[in-house]
């Protein structure tokens, strides 16, 4: 007896669905940022609706499809709020404040550009009157919106 791939899957839906939900589990532990872990519900949903009703495919994608939207919308929220709250928790941005980088190009007090950690951005001198030179060693002191406000770093602040 031959058994073919797609009759053996139209027959056992419910392992399709675990094994996408398995593989959007160990994606979500690669990226950390609780959007992955939510599909990854979704799919185990529709993996249960699989089981309950073998032949209903539009039923399935759309009770996955249900759980994952629900999940995005009101269960992580929530969870990256207590996240967020938690003692020691630093955004990447808070991070980076310290973060020695490397200008890109002259750095003024209208603008300019930096690397820090292999990412360009975009950035203004701490003092209005300093100008940085390309190539000068630079340290981040805030960040202002998307903008990195840097000063020399073999350099005192004013």
Do not use: C
């Not at 928790?89 to 980088?101: D, Q």
């Not at 990412?119 to 630079?138: K, N, Y």
């Amino acid at each position: 007896m031959e058994v073919n791939l797609t009759d053996w899957l139209g027959d056992n839906a419910w392992a399709l669905w675990l094994s996408i939900a398995f593989l959007l589990a160990i994606a979500e532990i690669l990226s950390l940022d609780l959007v992955l872990i939510m599909l990854a519900a979704g799919a185990l949903a529709g993996a249960g609706v699989a089981v309950l009703a073998p032949g209903l495919w539009w039923l399935q994608v759309l009770v996955a499809a249900a759980v994952a939207v629900g999940m995005l919308m009101l269960l992580r929220p929530t969870v990256m709020r207590r996240v967020r709250n938690m003692p020691g928790y630093r955004s990447s941005t808070a991070k980076m404040v310290g973060s020695t980088g490397i200008a890109t190009s002259d750095i003024t007090r209208s603008g300019g550009e930096i690397k820090v950690d292999g990412q360009l951005w975009s950035a203004r001198a701490f003092d209005p009157s300093a100008e940085i030179a390309a190539g000068d060693e630079v340290e981040v002191y805030e960040i202002d919106g998307a903008i990195a406000v840097v000063y020399p770093k073999h350099e005192q602040l004013p």
